[in-house]
């Protein structure tokens, strides 16, 4: 094993953090704002997924200019979710926490369903566009051009997100998850914070979608895995925290690639769940997060 | 309040009912000829059971556990390696295992319970799937390929039989009450009330004195070991378990639904939910999904969706008019 594999191997590994992180920033976004787990996560990943190879394969479109389009698309969806299902599971007086999980797993499993249906089961992959087959050669280490762009781009709407919540809509995000009713009181509407929360999670793991779709496998069960991962590390980085998203991604991402490096691929994801236990242990409430 | 006299008299009339029931529920079989009605009800006899023990944990005491597949695929893994590898029989197997699901419970609920609502179900989804992924690299127990039970003889000390459907009916109702007349047993004990105390509000149950952490500890055994029993019963029943089959995450979801979807916290719940859901699910499988066109998905979903929104206290209420509006009352009050 050269020192040159096992920095190859961590870089990737980063990188795929980065895919990570941006992912668990939805749900934590969702999460910090109303106290709702989104187990349909995975499934707006996969269905952005979908959209990328419909667009490239109908339209020709390249994945890369899709981004805006796709973000969008996710945006409205989350908006529509929260509108038609979550808003009412909040509004609901008996066992909410209950209520809640099982809203979303049940929409969960409609979406896998309808995947099915629409997109057939079939694994696809989008073989062409600008990134597709490239890879950097840095000295001996080669990495990929999509996972590349991938970390890039996913860093980037990180960035944008930590920007938003420094906004005026950012502190009415703040406003409101601190106190919902309170907040109704100078004026802010709260289903329409909540609204646009829903959006922009939704638009994030949109965003992440995009990117994986350029060289990762499609399928409608595609964004359990995922879904897995940024459930770990949501509760590693901390429920709500952003920064403790992106921290938590990078080390899951790490300590993936390099378990795959050195014990075996099929157990890739042991050590990120070692990790957990271990910080369920030590620091029940994650390593940035405010119990 | 509620006087004594009155919940006494309830608990007996629950009895009664749950006798008569297993009455009808055993002579039901003798008038069915069709074997696909007798796996159907197999399977939802097999779900009542499995959600009456998750409903200790999950309802009664209020933690909601999303890794039950976890105590399942014991006690389904222990009584099938019991049997097949040293020759000693499933209605044997079946007290290790639910010893094992039990202790298991222990362990994942003793980091598990110093976090509460959302951290605790993902917790335990978590250890759900550790649990999966080792059972899928661990050659002992074949790894990802599953142990097959081989046929050997028919008889009742091994639960083998040629034509299985008709006499799990049997087994299976003989679980379903055994979980119910335990769920009957806790919800009158004095377990039964420090749990609803700690579901309903822990903080002020600690004030009162009551040791939240054991009280926890002593439901998620329970339920483990309810569970692990119809692990071990399922694999007897299909001869046959892989990880995916013992320990996966639907699995997961599928024992606390029947629990959600009829009432949570409730006796009658997990069995009115799976006597719902159980049929739906199959029902809609066969019709409606036939070339896997995900139709099928889309209609369960679609109905656990529903179900949730509109019925949040469960089917139960649907029946029980004057506790739901005591309930409710309470809730508002």
Same mark, same amino acid.
């Given at each position: 094993?050269t020192?040159?594999? +096992?920095?190859?191997? =961590?870089? $990737?590994?980063? &990188?795929m953090g980065?895919? !990570? *992180?941006?992912?668990?920033?939805?749900?934590? /976004?969702i999460f910090g704002l109303?106290? +709702?787990?989104?187990? =349909?996560? $995975?499934?707006l &990943?996969?269905?952005a997924m !979908? *959209?990328?190879f419909?667009?490239?394969?109908? /339209?020709?479109?390249?994945p890369?200019?899709?981004?805006?389009?796709v973000?969008?698309?996710?945006?409205?969806?989350?908006?529509?979710?929260y509108?038609?299902?979550?808003?009412?599971?909040?509004?609901v007086?008996?066992?909410?926490?209950?209520?809640?999980?099982?809203?979303t797993?049940?929409l969960?499993i409609?979406?896998?369903g309808?995947?099915?249906?629409?997109?057939g089961?079939?694994?696809?992959?989008?073989n062409?566009?600008l990134?597709f087959g490239?890879t950097v050669?840095?000295?001996q280490?080669?990495?990929?051009?999509?996972?590349i762009?991938?970390?890039?781009?996913?860093?980037l709407?990180?960035a944008?997100?930590?920007?938003?919540?420094?906004?005026?809509?950012?502190?009415?995000?703040?406003?409101?998850?601190e106190?919902?009713?309170a907040v109704?009181l100078?004026?802010i509407?709260?289903?329409?914070?909540?609204?646009l929360g829903?959006?922009?999670?939704?638009?994030?793991?949109g965003?992440a979608?995009?990117?994986?779709?350029s060289?990762?496998y499609?399928?409608?069960?595609?964004?359990d895995?995922?879904?897995?991962?940024?459930y770990?590390?949501?509760?590693?980085g901390?429920?709500?925290?952003l920064?403790?998203?992106?921290?938590?991604?990078l080390?899951i991402?790490?300590?993936?690639?390099?378990?795959?490096?050195v014990i075996?691929?099929?157990?890739?994801?042991?050590?990120v769940?070692m990790?957990?236990?271990?910080v369920?242990?030590v620091?029940?409430?994650?390593l940035f997060g405010?119990? | 309040?509620?006087?004594?006299?009155?919940?006494?008299?309830?608990?007996r009339?629950?009895?009664?009912?749950?006798?008569?029931l297993l009455?009808?529920?055993?002579?039901?079989?003798l008038?069915?000829?069709?074997?696909?009605?007798?796996?159907?009800i197999?399977?939802?006899?097999?779900?009542?059971?499995?959600?009456?023990g998750?409903?200790?944990?999950?309802?009664y005491c209020?933690?909601?556990?999303?890794g039950?597949?976890?105590?399942?695929?014991?006690?389904?893994?222990?009584?099938?390696?019991?049997y097949?590898?040293?020759?000693?029989?499933p209605?044997?197997?079946?007290?290790?295992?639910?010893?094992?699901?039990?202790?298991?419970a222990l362990l994942?609920?003793?980091?598990?319970?110093?976090?509460?609502?959302?951290?605790y179900a993902?917790?335990?989804?978590?250890m759900?799937?550790?649990?999966l992924?080792l059972?899928?690299?661990?050659?002992?127990?074949?790894?990802?390929?599953?142990i097959?039970?081989?046929?050997?003889h028919q008889?009742?000390?091994?639960?083998?039989?040629r034509?299985?459907?008709?006499?799990?009916?049997?087994?299976?109702l003989?679980?379903?009450a055994?979980?119910?007349?335990?769920?009957?047993?806790?919800?009158?004990?004095r377990?039964?009330?420090?749990?609803?105390a700690?579901?309903?509000?822990?903080?002020?149950?600690?004030?009162?004195?009551?040791?939240?952490?054991?009280?926890?500890?002593?439901?998620?055994?329970?339920?483990g070991?309810?569970v692990?029993?119809?692990?071990a019963?399922y694999?007897?029943y299909v001869g046959?378990?892989?990880?995916?089959?013992?320990?996966?995450?639907s699995?997961?979801?599928l024992?606390?639904?029947?629990a959600?979807?009829?009432?949570?916290?409730?006796?009658w719940?997990?069995?009115?939910g799976a006597?719902?859901?159980?049929?739906?699910?199959?029902?809609?499988g066969a019709?409606?999904?036939?070339?896997?066109?995900?139709?099928?998905?889309?209609?369960?979903?679609?109905?656990i969706?529903?179900?949730a929104?509109?019925?949040?206290?469960?089917l139960?209420?649907?029946?029980?008019?004057?506790?739901?509006?005591?309930?409710e009352?309470a809730?508002?009050?």
């Amino acid at each position: 094993m050269t020192a040159s594999l +096992v920095l190859q191997v =961590a870089i $990737g590994g980063l &990188l795929m953090g980065l895919v !990570y *992180a941006l992912v668990a920033a939805g749900l934590s /976004l969702i999460f910090g704002l109303m106290d +709702v787990v989104n187990f =349909a996560h $995975g499934q707006l &990943l996969m269905l952005a997924m !979908y *959209a990328v190879f419909e667009f490239h394969t109908l /339209l020709g479109l390249d994945p890369l200019v899709q981004l805006p389009l796709v973000a969008a698309l996710l945006f409205v969806l989350g908006v529509a979710i929260y509108r038609g299902l979550i808003a009412r599971a909040l509004a609901v007086r008996f066992n909410t926490g209950m209520v809640q999980i099982f809203v979303t797993f049940g929409l969960s499993i409609f979406l896998v369903g309808f995947a099915q249906l629409v997109f057939g089961t079939d694994f696809r992959s989008v073989n062409s566009g600008l990134l597709f087959g490239r890879t950097v050669a840095i000295g001996q280490i080669v990495l990929p051009l999509p996972q590349i762009a991938a970390g890039l781009v996913c860093l980037l709407a990180f960035a944008a997100l930590m920007l938003i919540a420094r906004t005026e809509f950012g502190r009415a995000l703040e406003a409101t998850r601190e106190d919902r009713d309170a907040v109704a009181l100078i004026g802010i509407d709260r289903n329409r914070i909540f609204s646009l929360g829903w959006g922009i999670g939704a638009a994030t793991v949109g965003i992440a979608g995009v990117m994986l779709a350029s060289f990762y496998y499609i399928s409608p069960t595609v964004g359990d895995s995922f879904a897995l991962i940024a459930y770990v590390t949501v509760a590693l980085g901390g429920f709500g925290s952003l920064i403790g998203a992106l921290i938590a991604g990078l080390l899951i991402g790490l300590t993936e690639a390099m378990t795959a490096l050195v014990i075996d691929p099929s157990l890739k994801q042991i050590g990120v769940f070692m990790i957990y236990v271990l910080v369920l242990m030590v620091r029940p409430r994650g390593l940035f997060g405010r119990l | 309040m509620v006087p004594v006299n009155t919940v006494l008299r309830r608990r007996r009339q629950e009895l009664i009912l749950g006798g008569a029931l297993l009455v009808v529920l055993a002579v039901l079989p003798l008038a069915i000829s069709s074997d696909y009605l007798r796996g159907l009800i197999v399977l939802t006899l097999l779900y009542a059971g499995l959600s009456q023990g998750w409903n200790i944990l999950g309802g009664y005491c209020g933690q909601i556990s999303l890794g039950h597949g976890l105590y399942f695929g014991i006690g389904a893994y222990v009584s099938t390696v019991l049997y097949v590898d040293y020759a000693i029989p499933p209605t044997l197997g079946l007290f290790a295992g639910a010893a094992l699901a039990g202790l298991a419970a222990l362990l994942v609920g003793w980091p598990c319970f110093r976090l509460s609502g959302h951290y605790y179900a993902i917790a335990t989804l978590v250890m759900g799937l550790i649990a999966l992924l080792l059972v899928n690299n661990w050659d002992f127990v074949n790894a990802a390929r599953g142990i097959t039970i081989p046929f050997r003889h028919q008889s009742w000390v091994a639960l083998e039989f040629r034509f299985p459907n008709f006499p799990f009916q049997y087994v299976m109702l003989a679980y379903a009450a055994l979980a119910w007349i335990i769920a009957w047993i806790v919800e009158g004990s004095r377990w039964g009330f420090v749990w609803r105390a700690v579901k309903d509000d822990a903080v002020a149950a600690r004030s009162l004195g009551v040791r939240i952490f054991p009280s926890k500890m002593a439901a998620a055994a329970i339920s483990g070991a309810v569970v692990g029993v119809g692990g071990a019963l399922y694999a007897q029943y299909v001869g046959f378990i892989d990880p995916d089959s013992g320990l996966g995450l639907s699995l997961s979801v599928l024992i606390a639904l029947p629990a959600v979807v009829g009432g949570v916290g409730t006796l009658w719940g997990p069995l009115l939910g799976a006597a719902v859901l159980i049929p739906v699910q199959q029902l809609s499988g066969a019709w409606l999904g036939g070339a896997g066109n995900g139709v099928d998905l889309m209609f369960y979903g679609a109905l656990i969706v529903a179900l949730a929104l509109l019925r949040p206290q469960g089917l139960v209420s649907l029946f029980a008019r004057r506790p739901a509006k005591a309930a409710e009352e309470a809730h508002a009050g």
